[in-house]
T-cell receptor, first 114, second 113 residues
Framework: NAGVTQTPKFQVLKTGQSMTLQCAQD?????MSWYRQDPGMGLRLIHY???????DQGEVPNGYNVSRSTTEDFPLRLLSAAPSQTSVYFC?????????????FGPGTRLTVT | GQNIDQPTEMTATEGAIVQINCTYQ??????LFWYQQHAGEAPTFLSY????GLEEKGRFSSFLSRSKGYSYLLLKELQMKDSASYLC??????????????FGGGTRVLVKP
């Protein structure tokens, strides 16, 4: 299993550009999440999904969209990039079983908006 | 909402013990997690507590007191490779929220020879 994969690893955008961060998992996990991590800080939840076709907002959703058309993929779209969105973005997944709790994180995408 | 506090930074000597405290005030609670994160890498799971008490896993132990909103992570026999950030996170009680976690700011631990 590849686990949780994210592309690209690094990205530089100009203010106002849009792009999609890709996230995929091959573990048949129901739950997927997107976090951002700013320097010296913990992770903040952007959006999450409890299954295909179901998404909801986290703590810091503004400026981002998500969709979950398949169990495997959970892309994050930046609609119009702003310098405040410069951050490291992590995608994570968990199985939907009641006694499952460990989140598996992807390697992260380091985004710089100039 | 959730509010999670942990110290910003701690320094310890190789071979020693370090205790990282985490206090939380939450509207719901369904478990507390500790993650380790080396610089430039993704977080990796260390421990999970949902009931009061101590969970031991090798050199790492984690304690939870739900009535006090308090947890700690204990790292024994410190090694240089334990230099990392340690993140405390609380899971939301609502099942519809999936595995929604709220993270503290992280504690950077520096192990010195």
């Amino acid at each position: 299993n590849a686990g949780v994969t994210q592309t690209p690893k690094f990205q530089v955008l100009k203010t106002g550009q849009s792009m999609t961060l890709q996230c995929a998992q091959d573990m048949n996990h129901e739950y997927m999440s997107w976090y951002r991590q700013d320097p010296g800080m913990g992770l903040r939840l952007i959006h999450y999904s409890v299954g295909a076709g179901i998404t909801d907002q986290g703590e810091v959703p503004n400026g981002y969209n998500v969709s979950r058309s398949t169990t495997e993929d959970f892309p994050l779209r930046l609609l119009s990039a702003a310098p405040s969105q410069t951050s490291v973005y992590f995608c994570a997944s968990t199985h939907g079983l009641a006694d499952s709790y460990e989140q598996y994180f992807g390697p992260g995408t380091r985004l710089t908006v100039t | 909402g959730q509010n999670i506090d942990q110290p910003t930074e701690m320094t310890a000597t190789e071979g020693a013990i370090v205790q990282i405290n985490c206090t939380y005030q939450t509207s719901g609670f369904n478990g507390l997690f500790w993650y380790q994160q080396h610089a430039g890498e993704a977080p990796t799971f260390l421990s999970y507590n949902v009931l009061d008490g101590l969970e031991e896993k090798g050199r790492f132990s984690s304690f939870l007191s739900r009535s006090k909103g308090y947890s700690y992570l204990l790292l024994k026999e410190l090694q240089m490779k334990d230099s990392a950030s340690y993140l405390c996170a609380v899971r939301d009680m609502i099942k519809a929220a999936g595995n929604k976690l709220t993270f503290g700011g992280g504690t950077r631990v520096l192990v010195k020879p």
